[in-house]
């Protein structure tokens, strides 16, 4: 496809390029901004990994060249691209860089890139990356593999969501052809879990309230949970689809206490489209993962009795 070399074109030429993802990175941001670092450094560029989130998830620290990122801007950057960021205020600069390439999977994407390559139904932005580099004819090191693969695993739940087809299978199969053992990659992310995490779990189950015949499911998380567990913020990432997953459920929110807001977080199973209701409380995402913060004077009662009505009307539209 013209953009993908169009997109390459631009690689070449530049010499300071910066990798940058969205804050409060997750696998596929992380890796997808990494998975590029080997090859361009290769190409003799200099690079930048950035990202304005501090400390990083640690869960992620086995990616390669995992401590290259940097929340330190670079002096000079000639050429700036944007992975898995769906909008430019998620991408924690102040000002927008000279020439911007956006390449991305959120459905919601605001094209604020100057060449924006969007592709909604590919799995993860990895898989993007995946189809330019193949596009291109570029050899695939393992530690680019590694990321890919991650980001795959990640944004897919371990291959469960509707996004993957055989493209998908395709894609990770061809990784680990270029050196990923799949089981390592399982072990680094699944297997090192931490206490504090699984009692914050405890604790936040207990606030699960059930709603629209059990169409709707609310989970709360509050600071004082947090402190009295450990817990820290990525430990929150998956409560959520864990709620989703009780049998009536067809979307699931969390609420969490920030100290920005409110962050809420949507979950669909089968048809209700959670984008547009994240979208309408300033956030975004995809159809059925999407989220959005909540800012000003709110508390949880007030949020729920909000989103209920939002929610109520996606379940019921639909079947
Ligand atoms: P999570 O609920 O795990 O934070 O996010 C789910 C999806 O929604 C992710 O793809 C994430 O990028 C997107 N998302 C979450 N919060 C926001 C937000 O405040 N703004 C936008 N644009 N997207 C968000
Ligand atoms: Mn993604």
Redesign the pocket.
């Known amino acids: 496809m013209e953009i993908y070399k169009q997109i390459w074109d631009k690689i070449e030429k530049a010499e300071n390029i910066m990798l940058i993802a969205?804050i409060?990175p997750?696998g596929d941001a992380l890796g997808s901004s990494l998975s590029l670092y080997p090859i361009l450094k290769k190409m003799g560029k200099k690079v930048t990994v950035f990202n304005a989130t501090k400390p990083l998830p640690d869960y992620l620290d086995f990616l390669p060249n995992f401590n290259k990122v940097t929340d330190k801007l670079p002096k000079k950057i000639d050429l700036t691209i944007s992975l898995d960021c769906?909008?430019f205020d998620?991408l924690g600069l102040d000002e927008k860089p000279s020439f911007l390439i956006n390449i991305d999977h959120?459905v919601?994407n605001t094209n604020y890139g100057d060449i924006n390559l969007i592709e909604p139904n590919h799995a993860s932005t990895s898989q993007v990356i995946y189809d330019i580099l193949k596009a291109n004819n570029i050899e695939i090191p393992t530690d680019t593999a590694v990321c890919i693969y991650t980001a795959l695993i990640t944004d897919t739940g371990s291959f469960q969501y509707e996004s993957v087809n055989d493209k998908v299978f395709e894609c990770a199969a061809e990784m680990v052809r270029c050196g990923v053992k799949p089981d390592y990659v399982a072990k680094m992310l699944f297997q090192r879990d931490r206490l504090s995490r699984l009692r914050l779990l405890a604790k936040a189950y207990e606030t699960i309230e059930m709603c629209c015949d059990g169409k709707v499911a609310f989970v709360e998380v509050t600071k004082e949970m947090m402190e009295i567990t450990g817990a820290i913020k990525e430990d929150t990432?998956t409560i959520?689809n864990s709620v989703r997953a009780i049998a009536p459920v067809e979307i699931a929110c969390m609420l969490r206490e920030d100290d920005e807001g409110i962050k809420i977080?949507?979950r669909s199973k089968n048809y209700a489209d959670v984008s547009k209701i994240?979208v309408k409380y300033?956030?975004?995402?995809?159809i059925r993962?999407?989220?959005?913060?909540l800012k000003g004077e709110f508390n949880f009662e007030k949020v729920k009795n909000m989103l209920k009505e939002d929610l109520a009307k996606e379940v019921k539209n639909n079947k």
């Not at 300033?282 to 995809?286: D, E, L, N, Q, T």
């Open positions: 969205h409060n997750d769906g909008s998620r959120h919601s990432d959520v977080s949507l994240a300033g956030g975004g995402g995809h993962a999407a989220g959005a913060t």
